[in-house]
């Protein structure tokens, strides 16, 4: 794909089953709060290395709770879900034990694609499955 005379790729939804390792290959890096509703309901967390094509976001829907930071160095997100590893969760809590940070929503998704400034939107944050 190309916008604006820059080739770009799909962002993909990472399977609930990979997730846990691919956070694991982002610990360590940058994580800042990215993008949201006005009603704060949808909330997308970046997480970048800054020299790095690529990059991250966990993406999280029926936002109810947020506390921690804003933006932090050494990110060690994790998603912890209820019921335990369902695959359409009823509880969602995104947490950085050692930076203070948690956010509670109804579910959260990793999000992988290239890093580009045009992710300022959510209609930006579009994904492909496959």
């Excluded at 709060?33 to 006005?38: E, G, L, P, R, Y």
């Excluded at 909330?43 to 966990?58: F, G, K, N, V, W």
């Excluded at 999000?111 to 209609?123: E, M, Q, S």
Aim: include cysteine; hydrophobic fraction near 40%; charged fraction near 30%.
């Amino acid at each position: 794909m190309e916008r604006n005379g820059i080739r770009t790729t799909m962002k993909k939804i990472i399977d609930r089953a990979n997730q846990v390792a691919i956070l694991a290959q982002w610990r360590g890096a940058r994580a800042q709060i990215w993008v949201f509703d006005v009603s704060l309901k949808r909330m997308a967390i970046r997480i970048y290395r800054p020299q790095e094509l690529e990059l991250i976001y966990i993406t999280a829907v029926g936002c109810k709770h947020i506390a921690g930071p804003f933006s932090w160095e050494k990110a060690d997100l994790s998603i912890e879900t209820h019921p335990k590893n369902a695959e359409i969760p009823t509880d969602c809590r995104i947490i950085d034990r050692e930076a203070g940070f948690e956010l509670r929503c109804s579910d959260a998704r990793v999000v992988r694609g290239p890093a580009t400034d045009f992710d300022k939107t959510f209609d930006n944050l579009v994904v492909e499955t496959k």
